[in-house]
């Protein structure tokens, strides 16, 4: 599990808040994710990165902004969040290196942030 | 857009039986099927994984078996052990851009 990280592991917060969550690999992956994970449903894809560029944003509402530095660091800013936004955050990396999207690898997953808006 | 069914939601076993939960996709371009188990307070962990070139491929007690003309993908575990109680999830992806479509999720409990 050590080759992807998050941090926070649990966050609470009220709908005012401004925080971010964390994640970084340590495998030399050049594409990261950020899903969301409901209970009872499946896992949504919000966001992809590949080499630091944004190729996805899966109609993502604004109060989540992501943030790719470089292709070992992920952010997720929230501001002004919904208590239904409340949800297993979870990064993942794989190996990609088609900037044109037709290799597909295999996604590696942190432990996730589980996420409480108040 | 496409979709992954996954049946059943939760399945309970004996230790030692055997385990089979299903998916089905929608999209006939997909061409590869993960499977990831997710134990409690964790993040899914890749278990195994198939590619439309094969039917079958098999890592000790775990197989998936991928029938393409009817679209479904299936997870085998046999000799079950308490330890395999946990969250699966499929998965399907057409090599675009590492985009995965997952199931809905199978809630395994295995009783001593």
């Known amino acids: 599990e050590t080759g992807v990280t998050q941090t926070p592991r649990h966050l609470v917060m009220g709908m005012t808040n401004k925080k971010s969550l964390k994640c970084e690999q340590h495998?030399?992956?050049?594409?990261m994710y950020w899903y969301k994970q409901s209970a009872k449903k499946p896992l949504e894809l919000m966001f992809v990165?590949?080499?630091?560029?944004?190729?996805e944003n899966n109609s993502v509402p604004s109060r989540f902004s992501p943030e790719c530095p470089n292709s070992s660091h992920l952010f997720l800013h929230l501001h002004t969040l919904q208590p239904e936004d409340s949800a297993l955050y979870l990064c993942?990396?794989?190996?990609?290196?088609?900037?044109?999207?037709?290799?597909?690898?295999?996604?590696?997953f942190g432990p996730g942030t589980r996420l409480t808006v108040l | 857009g496409e979709n992954v069914e996954q049946h059943p939601s939760t399945l309970s076993v004996q230790e030692g039986d055997s385990a089979v939960i299903k998916c089905t996709y929608s999209d006939s371009a997909s061409n590869y099927f993960p499977w990831y188990k997710q134990e409690l307070g964790k993040g899914p962990q890749l278990i195994i994984d198939?590619?439309?070139?094969?039917g079958e491929k098999k890592d000790q007690r775990i197989a998936v078996t991928l029938n393409k003309t009817a679209k479904h993908f299936s997870l085998h575990i046999t000799e079950t052990q308490p330890e395999d109680s946990a969250v699966y999830f499929c998965?399907?992806?057409?090599?675009?851009?590492?985009?995965?479509?997952f199931g809905q999720g199978t809630e395994l409990s295995v009783k001593p």
């Open positions: 998965a399907a992806s057409k090599n675009q851009g590492g985009k995965l479509i």
């Open positions: 495998l030399g992956h050049n594409a």
């Open positions: 993942a990396s794989s190996p990609d290196k088609a900037s044109g999207g037709d290799s597909t690898d295999t996604q590696y």
């Open positions: 198939i590619r439309s070139n094969v």
């Open positions: 990165y590949n080499f630091k560029e944004q190729t």
